[in-house]
């Protein structure tokens, strides 16, 4: 139960092809990362899992469900049960931190309580765990625009938290963020992943993150999946493969990020 799999995923825009025919099978619980160079189809990829993008063809099925044949309200309970976490945080910057954190129970309350601003004791009190959980919990009155790009980003993890999700999906969580920061949120990711026994999928820009943090490492290349195995295998060889045809930045910046031992095999 909870195992996420997709068969035959493609996306077309216009005639150009995104994602090209993606089979995978993640496995309850598993923390997934996927690398690839800008344009390779990560991002499009996570989307369709969610739903925020259709797919041209091809199916996502998570546990029983058909995700890519949900509708109404069974879309919008699909859309709950997924924690989107994006690269811009997505807060209500004039909101303080602790709305913004119950904005997470918005799918199962309803637009009246966000509205009148009005969650009951419950809710209140499971938001405040949530930041707490993420080392938050003293900011709750802030606005939400008055934090730092780190704690934004930990405010949106505890929002996901309130939704009780049952498949976290990040599109490059930590890419505008500090290191010091970076590895906050990803130590979160990872805690959640771990304790909660909750899969995460999450679209990196560093390899030496994804080498750090998953079980589990998706290498994709002009809407491919070219690389699948653990962190361990991403080698300079998978890595010439992910990044093969790039731009000679991307390449170097891959390969870089590798440690010596693993660049000289
Ligand atoms: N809404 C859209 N309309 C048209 N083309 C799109 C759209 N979204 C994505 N694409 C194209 O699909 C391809 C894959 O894009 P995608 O955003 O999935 O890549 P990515 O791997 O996430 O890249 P990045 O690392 O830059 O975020 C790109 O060629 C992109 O231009
Ligand atoms: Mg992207």
Not at 100 to 129: C, D, T, Y
Not at 232 to 247: H, Q, S, V
Request: charged letters at 20%.
């Amino acid at each position: 139960m909870g195992d996420l799999v997709i068969a035959g995923l493609s996306k077309s825009f216009g005639g150009k092809c995104a994602v090209a025919g993606i089979d995978l099978n993640i496995p309850k619980g598993q923390m997934v990362g996927v690398i690839g160079r800008s344009g390779a189809g990560k991002s499009t990829l996570l989307r369709m899992i969610n739903r925020l993008t259709e797919p041209t063809t091809g199916s996502v099925a998570f546990g029983s469900r058909d995700i890519t044949r949900l509708e109404g309200a069974a879309l919008r309970q699909w859309r709950a049960d997924c924690g989107m976490i994006f690269q811009q945080f997505n807060l209500v910057g004039r909101l303080d931190v602790l709305t913004n954190v119950l904005l997470g129970r918005a799918s199962q309350g309803g637009l009246l309580p966000l509205i009148f601003k009005h969650f009951g004791m419950r809710e209140r009190v499971l938001a405040v765990k949530a930041l707490d959980r993420l080392d938050m919990a003293h900011v709750w009155t802030q606005r939400a625009d008055s934090l730092s790009g780190g704690q934004q980003q930990r405010v949106a993890i505890a929002r996901t938290l309130l939704q009780e999700p049952k498949l976290v999906l990040a599109d490059e969580p930590i890419a505008s963020l500090d290191p010091k920061s970076a590895t906050v949120v990803m130590d979160a990711l990872r805690s959640i992943n771990r304790e909660d026994g909750i899969t995460v999928l999450c679209n990196l820009h560093t390899i030496d993150t994804a080498r750090r943090y998953c079980d589990r490492v998706i290498g994709m290349a002009n809407g491919r999946i070219v690389f699948d195995g653990p962190a361990t295998a991403l080698d300079r060889a998978a890595l010439r493969l992910i990044y093969a045809g790039g731009e000679e930045h991307d390449v170097n910046e891959a390969v870089t990020s590798v440690d010596i031992q693993a660049a000289s095999g």
